[in-house]
C-alpha cells in the first residue's frame, strides 16, 4: 500500500510539474490578451435542412483559431514562447520548428468582420435577410467572442431556363442546360451557378466557340411569380457580347513546324515547298521528323470546330514524343465576313522546338553497403534522340563498379567486380498500332538488350544476358501500365569456388535457383499514383506486378524441360505495394505501406530463378536488419564459419509492413521516426532438397524452419529507428539508424 501511495504522490507531482511547466500566460506581454477562440449560437426560422452542414460551414469562416492546446495545456505556444529566449537550447529550437505556433492575441481579432463573413455566406446559401451579432469576452490575460446568427428559410428553386434568341450559340446551350447539376427545389447557390457557369464555358470551348468566356453568361432570378421563398432562374448572354463570341469557329489551315528555334521566336520562312499530309502542311527548312508519322500524333484536322480539350490532349502527346522542350498551338483568327448565322475560322500553327540531339552523360558512384562492401563505380550513358525521325530514342549505356568488404572476420577479403552494357531502343508510338488510337497518352513502345558480369572473388562469376520487348502507357492522370510480352534472360554460373560450392551443397534451394539459366516470359505492371498531386490530403500509391514465364517453351520442347541444351524456369509470381499518404500541413507526413509477393515454381522447376526470388533486410526493406539477411521464417545459419553464411537469403513468399513520420527539423533538414515489419517465407513442397541439405548434414534445416505456417506472425521481424534527410529539390542524403525489437531466429523473450 505505502508503494502504491508513493506511485500515485509521484504521478501527481509529475502531472503537476507538466501543467506548470506548459503554462503560457506568464509570457503574455502587457497589454496583449490571448485569444482562447470563439462560440457560435444559431437561431432558425422557418424550415431548414441539413443545419448541421451550415453550422460546421460557418464554424469554418471564424478566423484565426486560437492556438492548440492539449490536456488543457498549449503546449505548441509554449514551444514557441520558449524558443524565443536568447540561448533557447537545441530541444526548444526542434519543438518549436517541429510543432511550435505563433501566438494568436485578441488584438488580431475583428469580429465585424467575421460577422460580415457569415451573412455573406448566408446569403451565397439562399439564406437572404439573415442577422448577426457579436460579444466579446475579456479576462485578465485571455479573451474570447461569442458569435450568434438568426438563419432565415432559403429561397429554392422552382425552374431552370434559358432565353431565347436567333444566335447560333443558344441552340448548344439549350442543349447543355439538359444535363445542368441544377435542379428543382435546390436551395439557392452561388458557387454552384459560378460553377455552372464554367461548365457551360468549357462545354461551348469544345464545341467551336473559341471566343468564349464564362463572365459573358448571366443569370437572372425572378420570384415574382411565387408567394413562397422561391426562385425562377433565367439564363442568357450578356447585353452588347461581340458578335465573335457568339458563333463557332472551325479549322480552316494547319500548319505544322517540325523544327522551329525559340530563339528566334518568329514563324520560319520556308525555303522548301510544304509538305501536305491529309490536309496539314509541315515546313522544316532542315528535315527533322517525318511529316506522314507525326501527322498521327494530331488529333484535329482541317475542317473541324474548334475544341479546347482536344487541342491541350494534342500539346501533351506532342510533349511526350520526347523529341521536343517546346510545345506551342496558336490559333489565329481569320479575316471573314460573318453573319449571324455563319461561323468563323481559324488557322492553327504548331510550333515544336527540338531538344538537343544527342548528349553524353557521366556518373561518378561511391557506394557503400549494409553488408560491408564498399567502393567506387562509373556509368556512361549516350542518348541519341529522334534517330529515325520518328520521334524515337537510342540509349546506350556502360557501367563498371569495384566493391571490397571492409567488415572484420572471414569475408574481409571479399571484393567484387561488375559491369555491364544496356542498350534501349524506344518508339513513341505502339508498334503496330496508329498513335490515333490512344487519346489520353501516346503509347510507347521499348525494346532492350543487355550484358552483365559479376566476379565474386573466392566465390563465382556470374555472367547473363537480357532482352525485352514490350508496351509503356498512361490510362489517364494517375494509371500507368507496363506490359512485356517478350521477356528473356539467359544467367550462366561459373569459377564457382569450393567455399561456395560448399555452400551450393548446404543449401540445395539455393543451388536449384541457379540450375535454371533461361527465363522467358511475360511480365505485366500497373501503377495508381496520387502522391504527386499535391492538391490531395490522402494521396495513395498502389502497383502489382505478375510474372510468368516458362510456358511457351514447355509447347515446343518436347517435355525435356530444356531448351537449346539449357534449363529453362516455370513460375508464377504476384507482388503488390500500396502506401498511404496522410499529410498533416507544416510540411509533416505519415506515410503507411503494406506489400505483398508471392512466387509459385511449377512444371520443371523446383524453386524460382535466384534473380526472381524474394529479400527482407536493408535501407528500403525492414531497416533495422542487414541488406537481405531475414529469413526464410526463423531460420538462422550456422556461425562457425561466417562464409557459408555469407550469401543472400531468400524466399518465394515475402510479407512487409512499414509507418513512418515525416516532418520538417530545420531548413532543408527533414527527420523521421519509423517502425518496420517483414520476412520472407518458402511454401509449396521441396522433398527432394529438403533430402539432399539432410545428406549435406546443415546444422539447421532450412525447409523446417523457413516453411510458411499457421505461426508465421511470430516469425516477422521488427526494428524501429530515427532517420535524418538532406533534402534538397532532387538532392536526397538519407541516414537511418534502426534497432530490431523482433529477431525471429532468436528465442522468443
Not at 58 to 87: C, D, S, V, W
Not at 287 to 295: D, V
Not at 462 to 491: C, M
Not at 700 to 729: H, P, Y
Request: net charge neutral; aromatic share 14%.
Amino acid at each position: 500500500m505505502k508503494t502504491l501511495h508513493l506511485k500515485n504522490t509521484f504521478l501527481t507531482l509529475l502531472a503537476v510539474n507538466l501543467f506548470l511547466a506548459c503554462s503560457v500566460e506568464r509570457f503574455i506581454p502587457e497589454g496583449e490578451k490571448l485569444y482562447t477562440g470563439a462560440n457560435l449560437k444559431v437561431d432558425t426560422i422557418g424550415e431548414i435542412r441539413d443545419l448541421k452542414n451550415i453550422e460546421r460551414e460557418l464554424t469554418t469562416l471564424i478566423t484565426p483559431n486560437p492556438n492548440t492546446q492539449f490536456l488543457g495545456m498549449k503546449p505548441a505556444l509554449f514551444f514557441h514562447y520558449k524558443a524565443q529566449r536568447e540561448r533557447p537550447g537545441f530541444i526548444y529550437k526542434f519543438l518549436n520548428n517541429s510543432f511550435g505556433e505563433e501566438p494568436v492575441y485578441f488584438s488580431e481579432i475583428n469580429p465585424e468582420q467575421v460577422e460580415e463573413l457569415l451573412l455573406n455566406r448566408l446569403d451565397n446559401n439562399g439564406f437572404f435577410y439573415s442577422r448577426s451579432n457579436s460579444e466579446a469576452i475579456i479576462g485578465d490575460k485571455k479573451a474570447s467572442v461569442n458569435y450568434s446568427i438568426s438563419i432565415q428559410e432559403p429561397y429554392t428553386l422552382g425552374n431552370y431556363q434559358l432565353d431565347t434568341d436567333s444566335l447560333p450559340i443558344y441552340k448548344e446551350l439549350e442543349k447543355l442546360i439538359v444535363e445542368t447539376p441544377l435542379k428543382k427545389d435546390n436551395r439557392f447557390d452561388l458557387d454552384l451557378l459560378k460553377a455552372e457557369r464554367e461548365r457551360l464555358d468549357n462545354s461551348l470551348k469544345q464545341r467551336g466557340y473559341y471566343n468564349s468566356q464564362a463572365n459573358l453568361l448571366i443569370f437572372e432570378a425572378d420570384t415574382n411569380q411565387y408567394k413562397n421563398k422561391k426562385f425562377d432562374l433565367f439564363l442568357r448572354l450578356k447585353r452588347d457580347v461581340p458578335k465573335k463570341a457568339a458563333i463557332p469557329y472551325s479549322i480552316d489551315s494547319i500548319t505544322v513546324y517540325p523544327n522551329y528555334s525559340v530563339e528566334g521566336d518568329t514563324i520560319p520562312k520556308s525555303r522548301q515547298k510544304p509538305v501536305t499530309v491529309n490536309g496539314t502542311d509541315f515546313i522544316q527548312n532542315e528535315y527533322y521528323f517525318r511529316p506522314k508519322l507525326l501527322e498521327t500524333y494530331l488529333l484535329f484536322k482541317e475542317g473541324d470546330l474548334y475544341d479546347a480539350n482536344t487541342s491541350k490532349i494534342t500539346s501533351d502527346r506532342l510533349s511526350s514524343l520526347g523529341s521536343y522542350k517546346y510545345v506551342n498551338i496558336q490559333y489565329t483568327e481569320l479575316d471573314t465576313t460573318m453573319t449571324d448565322g455563319d461561323g468563323g475560322s481559324l488557322a492553327a500553327d504548331i510550333f515544336l522546338a527540338p531538344l538537343t540531339k544527342r548528349s553524353l552523360r557521366a556518373e561518378v558512384q561511391a557506394v557503400t553497403k549494409s553488408n560491408g562492401f564498399t567502393g567506387p563505380g562509373i556509368q556512361l550513358i549516350y542518348s541519341n534522340r529522334n534517330l529515325f525521325h520518328g520521334g524515337e530514342t537510342l540509349s546506350l549505356s556502360t557501367n563498371f563498379s569495384y566493391e571490397s568488404q571492409l567488415s572484420s572476420g572471414n569475408n574481409s577479403s571479399l571484393s567484387s567486380i561488375a559491369w555491364g552494357l544496356k542498350g534501349d531502343l524506344i518508339f513513341p508510338r505502339s508498334i503496330p498500332f496508329s498513335p490515333k488510337n490512344f487519346r489520353y497518352s501516346v503509347p510507347k513502345t521499348k525494346i532492350s538488350a543487355g550484358i552483365d558480369y559479376l566476379r565474386r572473388s573466392q566465390l563465382f562469376t556470374l555472367s547473363s544476358i537480357n532482352g525485352s520487348f514490350g508496351y509503356t502507357w498512361k490510362e489517364n492522370r494517375y494509371v500507368y501500365h507496363q506490359l512485356d510480352p517478350i521477356s528473356l534472360n539467359y544467367a550462366r554460373l561459373s569459377n564457382v569456388t569450393d567455399d561456395f560450392q560448399q555452400i551450393l551443397d548446404d543449401n540445395p534451394f539455393l543451388r536449384r535457383s541457379f540450375d535454371q539459366r533461361f527465363i522467358a516470359g511475360l511480365l505485366y505492371g500497373f501503377t495508381y499514383d496520387e502522391v504527386s498531386d499535391l492538391e490531395k490530403d490522402y494521396p495513395i500509391f498502389f502497383s502489382t506486378n505478375l510474372d510468368i514465364a516458362g510456358n511457351l517453351f514447355s509447347l515446343v520442347d518436347g517435355g525435356s524441360g530444356t531448351i537449346v541444351g539449357s534449363e529453362y524456369a516455370q513460375y508464377a509470381k504476384l507482388d503488390a505495394d500500396f502506401r498511404f499518404y496522410l499529410r498533416m500541413g507544416n510540411d509533416q507526413t505519415l506515410v503507411s505501406r503494406v506489400y505483398a509477393g508471392w512466387g509459385v515454381p511449377f512444371g520443371n522447376s523446383e524453386t524460382l530463378p535466384f534473380v526472381k526470388q524474394f529479400f527482407s533486410g536493408g535501407p528500403y526493406s525492414v531497416r533495422a536488419f542487414d541488406i537481405r539477411s531475414l529469413g526464410p521464417g526463423n531460420f538462422n545459419a550456422s556461425q562457425e564459419d561466417a562464409t557459408t553464411d555469407y550469401f543472400d537469403r531468400s524466399g518465394n513468399l515475402k510479407l512487409e509492413a512499414n509507418l513512418e513520420y515525416r516532418f520538417p527539423i530545420v531548413s532543408y533538414l527533414k527527420g523521421a521516426f519509423f517502425v518496420d515489419a517483414g520476412n520472407v517465407w518458402l511454401t509449396g513442397n521441396y522433398e527432394n532438397l529438403e533430402a539432399d541439405q539432410q545428406l549435406s548434414n546443415a546444422s539447421n534445416s532450412l525447409f523446417t524452419d523457413g516453411k510458411f505456417e499457421s505461426d508465421w506472425l511470430r516469425e516477422v521481424a521488427a526494428g524501429f529507428g530515427f532517420g535524418a534527410r538532406v533534402d534538397i529539390q532532387n538532392f536526397v542524403i538519407r541516414l537511418d539508424l534502426a534497432s530490431p525489437f523482433r529477431v525471429p531466429y532468436r528465442p522468443r523473450k
